[in-house]
């Protein structure tokens, strides 16, 4: 047998033996999967009873009798994988539930260690372990981690910055979630959409929180702070918002604009009456789409004048506004009097899109009136 037959027959061999092995470390991983599996069911099976007539029980009996009902669980779990389990009831329980269920399952995780066990994930070294511990730190409001989830904002990963952050807002702690947002603010790895969310878990104070947020030296956070206000804190902080309407930056000025909205104050039109004047054709076009939330007579001469802009946003957004107003048949026939061609397209285009076809075809016998005596008068 010549020698590199030998060496064929030999790697064959090696490759044999490897797929071999690998096919057997599958199975082998499957059937340990399927035990864990089995196990898991089991412990749920047990567990879900014992936890179910916790959470159910009158508030009276259950702070009266936890720790006899929390014994029976403890009963229940026989492994380590139980208490595995049970954690992981109790988290998914917490990420859906609401008021004093929340306060009961906190009370039992507290009871078993969960929490502590949060600050050994937090300093771990992997990521992804410290994005895990922030979030179960979170759901169980567990203060003494704060310190830990801050410096966890120090690693630059998107999922890490994220779950942190949500720790800090579901523990509720305003000082906490300033300090948070004052070291990111240099390098933020979330997006809009997911501070809303963050901003929206926040038990704390949020007139704090929000009135020391708008004034922060990032822009960005100040404009994400300004457009997540709801009407409640908009409205406790509407002396804050008023000068920043007036002297922030553009991008700054719309999101004041938004909050301005939300505030829904009548008493703000003249802010936003002013703002139609502006040299930035999206500080007009904001300001004509708010007058459509803050509606009043003072504001309707300024929509007929907005709904001639120059630029087909602010012309579209005064139309759309015109139409929340009792009388806005007058308001848009007083448009199309003035022989606006740009005007007259935008009220026919947004006339259609809400579908209103009679008022549509008005605008247009006036239109077509407004053309005949002109014509008449140069002839």
């Known amino acids: 047998m010549s020698l590199s037959l030998k060496v064929v027959l030999i790697i064959l061999v090696v490759l044999i ?140 990963s998107g999922n890490t910055q994220y779950q942190a952050l949500m720790a800090l807002s579901r523990i509720g702690d305003a000082n906490a979630m300033i300090q948070g947002f004052d070291k990111i603010y240099h390098l933020i790895l979330v997006n809009e959409r997911a501070i809303n969310e963050i901003l929206d878990t926040f038990p704390g104070d949020r007139y704090k929180l929000f009135k020391n947020m708008i004034h922060h030296h990032s822009h960005y956070l100040a404009r994400l702070f300004l457009k997540a206000m709801d009407k409640e804190i908009a409205n406790a902080l509407i002396k804050d918002i008023i000068p920043i309407c007036r002297n922030g930056s553009k991008e700054t000025r719309l999101a004041g604009l938004i909050a301005i909205g939300r505030a829904g104050g009548s008493e703000e039109i003249p802010i936003l009456v002013r703002a139609l004047n502006d040299t930035a054709w999206e500080i007009r076009a904001m300001a004509a789409k708010t007058l459509g939330v803050l509606t009043g007579p003072d504001a309707v001469t300024p929509l007929v004048n907005a709904a001639c802009d120059r630029e087909w946003w602010v012309r579209q957004n005064a139309v759309t506004s015109i139409l929340a107003y009792p009388d806005c048949e007058k308001i848009l026939i007083s448009i199309a009097q003035t022989g606006d061609r740009f005007a007259y397209d935008s009220m026919l285009y947004i006339l259609e899109k809400a579908g209103e076809t009679k008022l549509r075809a008005r605008i247009e016998e006036v239109w077509t009136e407004k053309l005949n005596s002109d014509s008449l008068l140069v002839g």
Request: net charge positive; charged share 25%; with cysteine.
């Open 17 to 156: 033996t490897v797929c071999a092995a690998l096919f057997v470390s599958v199975i082998i991983i499957k059937l340990i999967q399927a035990n864990m599996e089995r196990n898991r069911k089991a412990d749920i099976k047990n567990i879900k009873p014992i936890l179910n007539k916790l959470l159910s029980d009158e508030t009276v009996d259950f702070f009266k009798n936890h720790t006899l009902g929390i014994s029976k669980l403890n009963a229940k779990l026989k492994k380590k994988t139980s208490l595995q389990t049970l954690e992981d009831v109790l988290l998914n329980i917490l990420e859906d539930s609401n008021g004093e269920t929340k306060v009961r399952v906190r009370t039992i995780a507290y009871h078993f260690g969960f929490p502590d066990k949060c600050l050994s994930m937090i300093r771990d070294r992997f990521t992804g372990n410290i994005a895990i511990g922030c979030r179960k730190a979170g759901l169980y409001q567990f203060e003494d981690a704060i310190p830990d989830i801050l410096k966890a904002l120090d690693i630059l």
